[in-house]
């Protein structure tokens, strides 16, 4: 063996390092193109998401996010590793063939490369037709077949729809609170499995968090070209929410113009008052003129056949109305009364909240059951988040509320499908969970401030309730 | 013994640097192989099909023989698409076609993204047992607007299913649909329909053991509505009469009416029947003169008439409506105003050439 080589320093040089990675990276870049890129621009977005936090809160946000990733890339790696070697590749749902094989197929037609006559047709077939389709076709135009790195686009889009939001509701509800919320958003198991997959949910929630941040801007911008710059972006992003899934326009635009309007009612809590005085006579006036009221009762009925609809799908369902409409649905449109109507309207709400119910006999249920009763806990702490939000920032928590509240109502109405619900249920959390998150914050603070002073009046106190004097701590972290 | 001595040997016999580098590219090697073997393409190949010459058959089998073949692949012969891919081995797989025409074609094989091999004009479907044919099928397209309306001219291609020959005046709309045993003239608001003659090409099937012309899965027959391929989409055609390619000829023949003199007084030349239809290109007959009234009994009467009628050339005479006319048939007169049938008493040899064709 030659001895010309220098004896090796005992340092450790970063050089070895940098090889090591660099190697690990064209590996991984060989694997998975898509991925990589995906794992860029999530480092690039979080990168920017972290500017001017504190040390401490730095250093939660990063632990949460890189947990975050690991768990995903960890899941995508198991998918890819447990793959039937039958099948051309294994997914986590089965409509994701359908995103994964279509979108092959319509970049294929695209680039002139022949594919199976019949595919041609599946291709453009209506059934599951979005425009994400088309979305997920260029980027395959661009780095190749991708039936895994689709998953880490996925992630990467819904982290950044996540972190748009994380940056936007820091500054309004304080550093604690928004942890709270992107802990939510990335670790509640529901939406942590949506956000990995090849469906419409991730781009979803970037479309979703654009729009949001447009609609309170149209409020909040100071010259007024800036608002109807974000008027036109809520109104372009609504349109994107509605190609993605029918309702999102109505979210959309319902929501801004009820937010812009409760913005302005909640500026002055005698707007408020008089709101509330006036608000039973305009409803019951607006009721009782025929043409509204007849609009009223056909959509209704509309929003009813589809609910009947779902009730007959496969899985654990629900029921809203009388069980004699269901047998023949055609009778909901031609003949449901507005009493039933009526009670029908309030059973949707109800049970957006309360589906499925934990006794429900269903074992995909049961094994939902945790994250139901964490649900309950969210909508428990909505009421007291509403009105901690409206004290720091009344905009943004209006716009919250009028958004979740549109798309609730959209999506109550037509439900009947627990799985269904449950699938758009995740995405109003977007809205809620900073809400729920606040409630939680204001909550704690005024237990642990009750103890502060508890111990200060009584000193004995301290040692009944062990109480350390964290109440400052929890007051200061604005 | 320290591990890295002074001099930065390992064991105090290598030098630690050539040691890493050692182990790396062995270390590498077997990394190497391991991931040429897992990542390795398995590129697919078609080797051949059998059988290569098959007759048309509604259901047809064919089996490929290829190299690495996968459960999830698809084949089709040109353009037409397999049913299903019964998949066998890496090796062989069997597919299923249906009513593939005669033809050569290129067997092709996919996976779930494109096609991957292909065995250039290796199934030849010949003709089957029963051949196919052409038909002359009269009868009216509907549903048009005026634009669609003019585009229908003698000699428009029906994308390989046949052509028109002769096109009338737009009418409105109005498609006789069934309800119950009767039929309802169904008005078609700002619709116009085009009387029309076509030619189609249909195929001898045999469905237990009754021959039918058959174009996209119907038996061709008066009364039947189609859908034919035009320029502008799919068309609905209805079928007023069904006959074959042999050319019309006008010959005039000898009918006797006979019946209630009520009846025969409302006879005149001019008067045409036209299979019952009102379609004005369907091939009828027409009364060219009428003799007078002759009295039988106190309840029937006799009218003499020269009648000319749209006959057909057949090897065993004339034939009216694809029925057999001779003398003593009876020639069926269905006009607006009445219904008779008449006795053929007059009529030319088939093997005299006719007057005009159409």
């Not at chain 1, 990467?156 to 309004?172: E, K, N, Q, T």
């Not at chain 1, 204001?442 to 106190?461: E, K, N, S, Y």
């Not at chain 2, 509604?58 to 073949?69: A, H, K, P, Q």
Request: glycine share 8%; with cysteine; proline share 7%.
């Amino acid at each position: 063996m030659t001895t010309l080589a220098r004896p090796v320093a005992r340092r450790f040089t970063p050089t070895l390092t940098i090889a090591g990675a660099g190697v690990a990276m064209g590996l991984a870049y060989t694997l998975s193109p898509l991925a990589v890129l995906s794992l860029a621009v999530i480092a690039t977005v979080a990168g920017a998401a972290s500017e001017g936090l504190s040390a401490g809160e730095r250093r939660w946000f990063w632990f949460l996010l890189c947990t975050a990733t690991l768990l995903r890339l960890i899941a995508v790696a198991g998918l890819f590793l447990t793959a039937d070697p039958s099948q051309p590749f294994a997914s986590f749902f089965g409509d994701e063939e359908l995103y994964k094989f279509r979108t092959v197929w319509i970049r294929n037609l695209g680039q002139d490369i022949p594919i199976s006559p019949a595919d041609v047709i599946y291709s453009f077939d209506d059934v599951g037709r979005t425009e994400h389709l088309f979305a997920l076709a260029l980027v395959q135009a661009l780095v190749g077949d991708a039936p895994y790195g689709l998953h880490m686009l996925s992630v990467a889009v819904y982290m950044c729809g996540v972190l748009l939001l994380y940056r936007f509701m820091r500054p309004a509800f304080g550093g604690v609170v928004a942890l709270g919320g992107l802990a939510g958003l990335m670790f509640i198991p529901s939406l942590a499995i949506w956000s990995m997959s090849v469906l419409k949910e991730p781009m979803n929630v970037l479309v979703l968090a654009a729009e949001l941040l447009c609609a309170v801007y149209v409020v909040r911008a100071p010259l007024w070209w800036q608002k109807v710059l974000a008027a036109a972006g809520v109104a372009s992003f609504g349109l994107a929410m509605d190609s993605l899934r029918g309702g999102g326009l109505v979210t959309a635009i319902g929501g801004t113009v009820a937010g812009v309007a409760g913005a302005w009612l909640v500026a002055r809590g005698r707007r408020v008052l008089v709101a509330l005085m006036l608000a039973p006579f305009v409803l019951a006036a607006l009721v009782s003129m025929p043409p509204v009221q007849e609009r009223l009762l056909a959509n209704l009925r509309e929003t009813a056949f589809h609910h009947a609809g779902h009730v007959v799908t496969a899985g654990y369902t629900y029921e809203l109305i009388n069980p004699r409409y269901y047998p023949n649905r055609v009778q909901i449109l031609r003949s449901m009364p507005a009493d039933d109507l009526a009670r029908y309207f309030i059973a949707a709400i109800w049970s957006y909240f309360v589906q499925p119910v934990p006794w429900a006999a269903s074992r995909p249920v049961r094994a939902y059951l945790p994250e139901q009763i964490a649900w309950y806990g969210m909508v428990l702490l909505l009421p007291f988040g509403v009105l901690a939000g409206l004290r720091r920032d009344r905009t943004l928590t209006v716009m919250l509320v009028t958004h979740a509240a549109a798309a609730v109502v959209v999506v109550a109405l037509t439900s009947g499908n627990v799985g269904t619900l449950i699938r758009h249920r995740s995405l109003v959390l977007l809205y809620l969970i900073w809400l729920s998150a606040i409630g939680a914050h204001d909550c704690i603070r005024r237990m642990l401030a009750r103890r502060v002073t508890l111990t200060t009046l009584h000193p004995r106190g301290a040692e009944l309730t062990g109480g350390r004097e964290e109440g400052s701590r929890a007051d200061g972290d604005r | 013994m320290a591990i890295v001595d002074a001099q930065g040997r390992l064991f105090g016999r290598f030098n630690l640097l050539d040691a890493v580098v050692l182990a790396l590219v062995a270390g590498l090697l077997p990394l190497s192989l391991a991931a040429y073997s897992l990542f390795r393409e398995h590129p697919v190949r078609l080797v051949s099909v059998t059988p290569t010459h098959v007759p048309q058959a509604e259901d047809l089998r064919v089996s490929v023989t290829g190299e690495n073949l996968r459960p999830f692949m698809r084949v089709s012969a040109g353009s037409q698409q397999g049913l299903d891919f019964i998949f066998k081995s890496t090796r062989e797989a069997e597919i299923p076609f249906q009513n593939l025409p005669p033809g050569e074609y290129d067997i092709i094989l996919y996976d779930q993204a494109q096609e991957r091999a292909r065995l250039p004009k290796a199934l030849i479907v010949g003709p089957g047992p029963f051949p196919s044919t052409q038909m002359i099928a009269v009868g009216a397209f509907g549903n048009l607007d005026a634009e669609k309306a003019q585009k229908l001219t003698a000699g428009l291609s029906l994308s390989g299913l046949g052509e028109v020959i002769q096109t009338g005046a737009p009418a409105p709309d109005r498609t006789p649909v069934f309800a119950g045993l009767s039929r309802v003239a169904v008005q078609v608001p700002n619709a116009l329909q085009v009387p029309a003659i076509v030619r189609l090409r249909c195929g001898v099937r045999a469905l237990q053991g009754r021959p039918d012309c058959v174009i996209r899965d119907a038996a061709l027959a008066p009364n039947l509505l189609l859908l034919l391929p035009t320029p502008f989409g799919d068309a609905p055609f209805l079928v007023d009469q069904v006959r074959s390619i042999e050319p019309l000829e006008q010959i005039e023949m000898q009918v006797r009416f006979s019946g209630d003199p009520a009846i025969l007084s409302l006879i005149r030349p001019g008067d045409a029947d036209r299979a019952g239809t009102a379609n004005e290109l369907v091939a009828g007959a027409v009364i060219v003169t009428v003799g007078p009234l002759r009295r039988i009994s106190e309840t029937v009467s006799e009218r003499q008439a020269t009648v000319r009628g749209d006959l057909q050339r057949a090897p065993g005479g004339w034939l009216y409506d694809s029925s057999p006319l001779r003398a003593g048939s009876f020639l069926p007169m269905r006009t607006p105003r009445y219904i008779l049938q008449g006795l053929v008493t007059e009529l030319p040899a088939a093997t005299v050439s006719g007057a005009t064709t159409r």
